[in-house]
């Protein structure tokens, strides 16, 4: 089970940061991630990692400004949000899936609550 929490509402420029607290898995096995779906659109990738490997996969659209991490002991996953912008408004979702990071969210197989994210200009 995955659990997000800590969106809210911030002015362009500002920053955020989203929690997900996981329980059931073995951390080890996992990749997380994290998506974001806004109003009318399709649900979109941000940024993963493989709780064994030291590599971080980052969209685009946030490089620079996203980063995600992870605290193993705390089995919990955040996305730290900086320089926000009124087009990151979105329902974040956190996710995890067996192994490796994938883009497509088809491929992931379990999903935390989402947790609402609104930039205002």
């Known amino acids: 089970q995955l659990q997000a929490s800590g969106g809210g509402l911030v002015q362009a420029g500002g920053s955020l940061r989203l929690s997900c607290a996981a329980s059931?898995?073995?951390?080890?096995?996992?990749?997380m991630g994290w998506f974001r779906q806004a109003p009318g659109k399709e649900r979109e990738f941000i940024s993963g990692f493989r709780w064994s490997g030291s590599t971080t996969y980052v969209a685009d659209s946030v490089k620079g400004r996203f980063t995600i991490s992870g605290d193993n002991a705390k089995n919990t996953v955040y996305l730290q949000m900086n320089s926000l912008k009124p087009e990151d408004t979105a329902v974040y979702y956190c996710a995890a899936r067996w192994e490796r990071v994938v883009t497509g969210p088809s491929a992931w197989n379990y999903w935390g609550q989402g947790t609402l994210v609104t930039v205002s200009s």
């Open positions: 059931g898995l073995t951390f080890s096995y996992y990749a």
